[in-house]
């Protein structure tokens, strides 16, 4: 497989596939958005349902961070920046302090060849072709991928329900487990209430 939301879809695919596994109910973060996002465009048959967290229809990366991924580091004030978009302006310190330490250990050839592949996707055309239902989240204060990106998916995606959650960032999963756990468990329940 190659570093591409292709490649890791066919990866996906496989793997489903060697397993034997029933269509799923896909959840992805941020490019594990784009990933769902591609298993119910081209893999529907793999794919019961899809939910999007902090991720978009289109993700554009800023050249300034696929530059320094790409020249093999991020500056300090790079990665605050990052870890600023990553987190509402009230998450707990520890939360800034794991996301800079792993943002300092992080393969900048594997970061980049993802930077990479987000900076290409765009499905925004297609969305209205996805039959599978669909749940999207989005916490209030994500600057990575901002709630107008979950509002369009829930517009152009049939019968999408939205949810924002308050007093999150981008990693929104981490500042609120219990809200999405919350919404996550009352959408499978109702959309798939025999399951």
Known sequence: WQ??????????????RALDLPPAVVVGHSMGGALALSLALDAPERTAGIVLVGSGARLRVHPLLLEAAASGGLPTETLATLVSWWYSPNAPPRLQELAMRVLAATNMAVLHADLSACD???VMQRLGTIERPA???VGEDDGMTPVKYARFLSENLPGARLEIIPAA????MLEQPAAVERVLSDWLRTTFPKA
């Open 3 to 16: 570093s591409t939301i292709e490649g890791y879809r066919q990866a996906i695919v496989e793997w489903m």
């Open 120 to 122: 290409g996707f765009d």
């Open 135 to 137: 749940l999207v989240v």
């Open 169 to 172: 960032g981008h990693m929104v």
